[in-house]
Nanobody, 114 residues
Framework: QVQLVESGGGLVQAGGSLRLSCAAS????????MGWFRQAPGKQRELVAVISSSGVTNYADSVKGRFSISRDNAKNTVYLQMNSLNPEDTAVYYCNYRSTTVYWGQGTQVTVSS
């Protein structure tokens, strides 16, 4: 089992920044992927960014150049730095851990006001 605890969501004005954190604990495999997905009201959950345990990253086109994902393997923690936020980024953001099994965090709300 893997437990994911997210933090850092909130309300921000358009153009602002937020940093999300997700700490994983439990049976962590050395080789894994951690990332962030988001789900806006009435929409499907979508990938935002993912990073492998070796540091390879992948981003959704909509966030490239604005968001940056990083991780601290010693702390089993992944971060999402979100800059130049706009109202279309408003969603519940979910942390994701994937190795032999997929785990999800409880979600953290990000609201961007115009």
């Amino acid at each position: 089992q893997v437990q994911l605890v997210e933090s850092g969501g909130g309300l921000v004005q358009a153009g602002g920044s937020l940093r999300l954190s997700c700490a994983a604990s439990g049976s962590i495999f050395r080789i894994n992927y951690m990332g962030w997905f988001r789900q806006a009201p009435g929409k499907q959950r979508e990938l935002v960014a993912v990073i492998s345990s070796s540091g390879v990253t992948n981003y959704a086109d909509s966030v490239k150049g604005r968001f940056s994902i990083s991780r601290d393997n010693a702390k089993n923690t992944v971060y999402l730095q979100m800059n130049s936020l706009n109202p279309e980024d408003t969603a519940v953001y979910y942390c994701n851990y994937r190795s032999t099994t997929v785990y999800w965090g409880q979600g953290t709300q990000v609201t961007v006001s115009s």
